[in-house]
């Protein structure tokens, strides 16, 4: 069974600070996601990692893959409020086609003053 | 805006009833995804439909069912409700892939589900 992990859960950070969120996955299909959920909406893509050293940046965040570990992380740099939510890695269930995914448990990220 | 639309936004209704939650995908995709979000049990996936042909099934209940329509709009059918069954549910869908590229899901808002 495909298991996705991600620590840790809970993530209070002061402004300004860095933090990586991790995500350990069981699973060949090394196709990984990461989104982003506000509290009450709907789930927000941020990253496609599909190979081995994949590195992707999105403002404050950068994300990377690292398929022989099975272990993606999600980097956050000199963090500021309007990064508060929670965070989600996902994986594909098979290594090829549209397939459903495994999600994490989540990362709640809480940026403070 | 992801281009995946559901409604209702929210659904209200009491144990032993049934609802409907209807979803239409991004144009041009074929994969629509249902899952379920709650506090207890995270994002679970439910069912998946490809060109309206059942794909895959996850820890989807047998009071549940899902069908996808020939215009590739689906719906969940939830009967038979109970409390547990209060959840957030989200449709997803994905551009038709036939390799190991992106299998990249938009989600709809989704449908905030209340059991009473």
């Not at chain 1, 298991?3 to 996955?25: A, D, H, R, W």
């Not at chain 1, 909406?41 to 599909?50: G, R």
Request: aromatic share 10%.
């Amino acid at each position: 069974e495909l298991k996705v992990e991600q620590n840790p859960l809970f993530l209070s950070m002061q402004e300004g600070k860095n933090y990586t969120i991790y995500c350990n996955y069981s699973t060949t299909s090394d196709r990984l996601y990461w989104y982003r959920q506000d509290p009450g909406k709907s789930l927000e893509s941020l990253f496609v990692l599909l190979s081995n050293g994949a590195v992707k940046q999105e403002g404050r965040l950068m994300a990377s893959l690292d398929t022989k570990a099975r272990l993606s992380t999600l980097h956050i740099t000199a963090a500021v409020h309007d990064l508060s939510a929670t965070y989600f890695c996902a994986v594909d269930i098979m290594y090829s086609g549209n397939t459903p995914l495994v999600f994490g448990k989540g990362t709640r990220l809480s940026v403070i003053a | 805006d992801s281009g995946v639309t559901q409604t209702p936004k929210h659904l209200i209704t009491a144990t032993g009833q049934r609802v409907t939650l209807r979803c239409s995908p991004r144009s041009g995709d074929l994969s629509v995804y249902w899952y379920q979000q709650s506090l207890d049990q995270g994002l679970q996936f439910l069912i998946q439909y490809y060109n309206g042909e059942e794909r895959a099934k996850g820890n989807i209940l047998e009071r549940f069912s899902a069908q996808q329509f020939p215009d590739l709009h689906s719906e969940l059918n939830l009967s038979s409700l109970e409390l547990g069954d209060s959840a957030l549910y989200f449709c997803a869908s994905s551009a038709p892939l036939a390799g190991g590229g992106s299998n990249e899901q938009f989600f709809g808002p989704g449908t905030r589900l209340t059991v009473l």
